[in-house]
């Protein structure tokens, strides 16, 4: 029976603890601090931001049209009173979590509520205990990255990490976010409809990785909801006036005076949670960048019985991705097996209002791949479900290649876009043409017909036919 070690207590490390168990190892579970690094998704990410965001959204789009007077039974304790109710609903997800984990306890699955450094290639130290081990599963989350700024105190009062301001009772009058990837996305949006003043600076565009339309219609977006958008802009100097207001200077193409707020929050991303492991004992080494190199099979590179899953490995940093990459890992542990990653679709979301979704290949990969892409796009004022829904500002944009017409990448920004997006991924997995996407059934009224719209204008442009669809 191989002994399988798996450090790191989040969603990678009990995925991949539960599979190398029922693959018939004996399993070693370290979960200590480094836990509550790897439980990022039920702690201080996916599950409490969305708590936070569904009663402030649902205020919003209540008072939307203007047709009702929405406003909160005690607007002083408006924010107070959905932190609390966020922290129970929380708290429910973390005993349901430790629940299924000691349910798994036995002789073979061992439990250890301590974190783990390695001593060599085959041993680890816990709590004081040496533990013997066949293989090694890294599973230790990751930190907030603090970006180097002049008169930066990231322990300063009012600057606030994700973490911080998940806990942040009171609304502020201004606040300022460095940072527009996820966090800085999703938070600007709604502290804006709390009432804050809100600015954003990035040192890229918005959703650089994307289509530039989509960053492009976003940002508009949020400008029309009133937020201060300052993209290609390099925060350089932080200091603070007579009243305690942060001042926040920034280089940029145009010229602009400093913005002065109440609240920083700091969204400049993560990085992997590996300085307390010791991995040179392990015979692992980090490149350039800080990072463990991680190959298709989740080994460690230069490694065979080392591998990485989860935000740790730094490959995709979401939390349905880092159960897959668990289960590759667990299995090849377990067997000395080569299974690989092969979604070709690798779904990525940003719960912005609408939702940003895309799946596949970037369109400009592809095509410096060989593939020569047609796209198509839809408005979402267009479909009647979006528009009622009061989404008149989104769109969706798909992409196919003209040789085979097979679905190669799919963006949408719309309302629901984070439900919306998985049958075109499902397509794009599975190696779909457009016309075997339009061959489903779309019910009217329904928002999922930006799809059946923007498919049927691929299948015209690939000299298809598609179905008579509804023009409502």
Same mark, same amino acid.
């Given at each position: 029976? /191989?002994? #399988?070690?798996?450090?790191?207590?989040?969603?990678?490390?009990?995925? @991949?603890?539960?599979?190398?168990?029922?693959?018939?190892?004996?399993?070693?579970?370290?979960?200590?601090?480094?836990?509550?690094? *790897?439980?990022?998704?039920?702690?201080?990410?996916?599950?409490?931001? /969305?708590a936070l965001f569904e009663p402030i959204d649902a205020m919003h789009h209540a008072k939307q049209h203007g047709w009702l007077e929405v406003k909160p039974?005690?607007?002083?304790?408006?924010?107070?009173?959905?932190?609390?109710? /966020?922290?129970?609903?929380?708290?429910?997800?973390?005993?349901?979590?430790?629940?299924?984990?000691?349910?798994?306890?036995?002789?073979?699955?061992?439990?250890?509520?301590?974190?783990?450094?390695?001593?060599?290639?085959?041993?680890?130290?816990?709590?004081?205990?040496?533990?013997?081990?066949?293989?090694?599963?890294?599973?230790?989350?990751?930190?907030?990255?603090?970006?180097?700024?002049?008169?930066?105190?990231?322990?300063?009062?009012?600057?606030?990490?994700?973490?911080?301001?998940?806990?942040?009772?009171? #609304?502020?009058?201004?606040? @300022?976010?460095?940072? @527009?990837?996820?966090?800085?996305?999703?938070?600007?949006?709604?502290? *804006?409809?709390?009432?804050?003043?809100?600015?954003?600076?990035?040192?890229?565009?918005?959703?650089?990785?994307?289509?530039?339309?989509?960053?492009?219609?976003?940002?508009?977006?949020?400008?029309?909801?009133?937020?201060?958008?300052?993209?290609?802009?390099?925060?350089?100097?932080?200091?603070?006036?007579?009243?305690?207001?942060?001042?926040?200077?920034?280089?940029?193409?145009?010229?602009?005076?400093?913005?002065?707020?109440?609240?920083?929050?700091?969204?400049?991303?993560?990085?992997?949670?590996?300085?307390?492991?010791?991995?040179?004992?392990?015979?692992?080494?980090?490149?350039?960048?800080?990072?463990?190199?991680?190959?298709?099979?989740?080994?460690?590179?230069?490694?065979?019985?080392?591998?990485?899953?989860?935000?740790?490995?730094?490959?995709?940093?979401?939390?349905?991705?880092?159960? #897959?990459?668990?289960? #590759?890992?667990?299995?090849?542990?377990?067997?000395?097996?080569?299974?690989?990653?092969? /979604?070709?679709?690798?779904?990525?979301?940003?719960?912005?209002?609408?939702?940003?979704?895309?799946?596949?290949?970037?369109?400009?990969?592809?095509?410096?791949?060989?593939?020569?892409?047609?796209? *198509?796009?839809?408005?979402?004022?267009?479909?009647?479900?979006?528009?009622?829904?009061?989404?008149?500002?989104?769109?969706?944009?798909?992409?196919?290649?003209?040789?085979?017409?097979?679905?190669?990448?799919?963006?949408?920004?719309?309302?629901?876009?984070?439900?919306?997006?998985?049958?075109?991924?499902?397509?794009?997995?599975?190696?779909?043409?457009?016309?075997q996407l339009e061959d489903a059934e779309y019910y009217h009224p329904t928002k999922i017909e930006i799809i059946s719209e923007i498919g049927d204008t691929?299948?015209?442009?690939?000299?298809?036919?598609?179905?008579?669809?509804?023009?409502?």
């Open positions: 029976m /191989k002994t #399988i070690a798996v450090l790191g207590g989040g969603s990678a490390g009990f995925t @991949a603890a539960r599979i190398a168990s029922e693959n018939g190892a004996r399993v070693l579970f370290f979960m200590g601090d480094n836990a509550d690094h *790897a439980s990022l998704c039920v702690n201080a990410g996916c599950m409490p931001s /969305k039974k005690q607007p002083d304790e408006y924010l107070a009173q959905i932190v609390r109710w /966020k922290d129970q609903e929380i708290e429910e997800f973390r005993t349901y979590r430790q629940k299924a984990i000691r349910e798994h306890a036995s002789d073979t699955f061992q439990i250890i509520r301590a974190n783990a450094s390695f001593m060599n290639r085959h041993e680890l130290v816990s709590a004081g205990q040496l533990y013997t081990f066949d293989a090694a599963i890294i599973a230790t989350g990751s930190v907030t990255t603090i970006p180097r700024i002049e008169g930066l105190d990231p322990s300063a009062e009012g600057v606030w990490t994700s973490d911080d301001i998940l806990h942040n009772p009171r #609304i502020p009058k201004s606040l @300022a976010i460095i940072g @527009a990837g996820a966090i800085g996305l999703e938070f600007s949006l709604r502290y *804006a409809r709390l009432g804050s003043e809100v600015t954003m600076f990035s040192n890229k565009a918005i959703l650089p990785r994307y289509p530039a339309q989509f960053g492009e219609r976003l940002r508009l977006i949020y400008e029309h909801e009133g937020i201060r958008v300052f993209t290609r802009r390099q925060v350089t100097r932080i200091a603070r006036d007579e009243s305690g207001r942060f001042v926040i200077a920034s280089d940029g193409a145009e010229s602009k005076a400093p913005i002065v707020a109440e609240k920083i929050l700091l969204a400049t991303g993560r990085r992997p949670a590996l300085h307390e492991l010791n991995l040179e004992a392990a015979g692992a080494e980090l490149n350039p960048k800080g990072r463990l190199e991680i190959g298709d099979d989740m080994r460690v590179k230069g490694s065979s019985h080392l591998f990485a899953a989860g935000d740790v490995a730094g490959l995709r940093m979401v939390v349905h991705h880092a159960h #897959i990459e668990a289960g #590759i890992a667990a299995e090849n542990a377990c067997g000395d097996g080569h299974r690989e990653w092969t /979604k070709r679709s690798n779904i990525e979301v940003i719960f912005s209002d609408p939702e940003f979704a895309f799946a596949g290949s970037k369109p400009a990969q592809a095509e410096s791949e060989g593939g020569q892409l047609i796209s *198509a796009s839809a408005e979402s004022r267009d479909i009647g479900k979006l528009h009622l829904a009061g989404d008149d500002f989104g769109f969706g944009e798909f992409w196919a290649d003209a040789r085979n017409a097979r679905l190669v990448s799919a963006g949408l920004l719309c309302s629901d876009a984070s439900n919306l997006i998985h049958l075109p991924a499902y397509a794009i997995d599975h190696e779909h043409t457009i016309y691929l299948c015209r442009k690939l000299g298809g036919h598609p179905f008579a669809r509804a023009e409502e």
